[in-house]
């Protein structure tokens, strides 16, 4: 079974308005991670924003805020006042349990920009 | 700060050919992770070190496929004998093992084209 599901392959946003992206993950673990990734067509990896599960309080990151909805098992990565530079792959990723470091990627959704 | 070093950035090589990518994780970092990156299967984990040991090789694909980290500051994955079907982007990615906010500082990658 997939661990991270990114329903939108892609989508497009107006310059200088906001855009939500989904992420929803599936665990039984009650300790976990969740990170969000941009990756531009340069192709580096770039971590944006983490949100732990016992945080009581949304993570943001300047512009990028994460709306996390634990029992809904959800994720949202919400990027404000879009900017050109934000067009890229975005992938939602999840670190289980407390021992185990590896993450596990979700499909990513690609995010377009326009002026 | 230097990041995450891989080399090469390129490989193009011919099936049946011995391939070896190089990481140079973060100083101080004792986590080191190898992914994949293929249009098909996305993002892969195949294996991580902590302090140099291996400890999850689970997403290594067959036995063609090596890795080790003989010292703190260096990896290397090692494809033998390498077949088209192994062309894809090579991620090297460390982070600090010390909480559970440890984010993963990835390379810029190795991307590889067997022919």
């Known amino acids: 079974a997939q661990k991270i599901t990114q329903t939108q392959p892609g989508m497009f946003v107006q310059e200088k308005e906001a855009v939500t992206l989904d992420c929803t993950y599936d665990t039984s673990d009650p300790s976990y991670g969740l990170f969000w990734y941009k990756q531009p067509s340069s192709g580096e990896m770039i971590f944006l924003i983490y949100q732990g599960s016992y945080d009581q309080q949304n993570a943001t990151e300047g512009r990028y805020s994460l709306n996390f909805q634990k029992a809904r098992k959800s994720a949202n990565l919400v990027i404000s006042a879009s900017q050109l530079g934000d067009s890229a792959m975005y992938f939602c990723a999840m670190r289980e349990g407390r021992g185990d470091y590896k993450l596990s990627f979700g499909a990513g959704t690609t995010v377009t920009v326009r002026a | 700060d230097a990041g995450v070093i891989q080399s090469p950035r390129h490989e193009v090589t011919e099936m049946g050919q011995e391939v070896t990518l190089r990481c140079k994780p973060i100083?101080?970092?004792?986590?080191l992770f190898w992914y994949r990156q293929t249009m098909m299967r996305g993002l892969e984990l195949l294996i991580y070190?902590?302090?140099?040991?291996?400890?999850?090789d689970s997403g290594m694909p067959e036995d063609r496929f090596s890795a080790k980290m003989p010292n703190a500051s260096f990896s290397t994955l090692k494809i033998q004998p390498s077949e088209p079907r192994d062309s894809a982007v090579y991620f090297c990615?460390?982070?600090?093992?010390?909480?559970?906010?440890?984010?993963?500082?990835f390379g810029p990658g190795t991307r590889l084209t067997v022919l």
């Open positions: 990615a460390s982070s600090l093992r010390q909480h559970s906010y440890n984010e993963q500082f």
């Open positions: 070190f902590n302090n140099n040991v291996p400890i999850d």
């Open positions: 100083s101080g970092h004792n986590s």
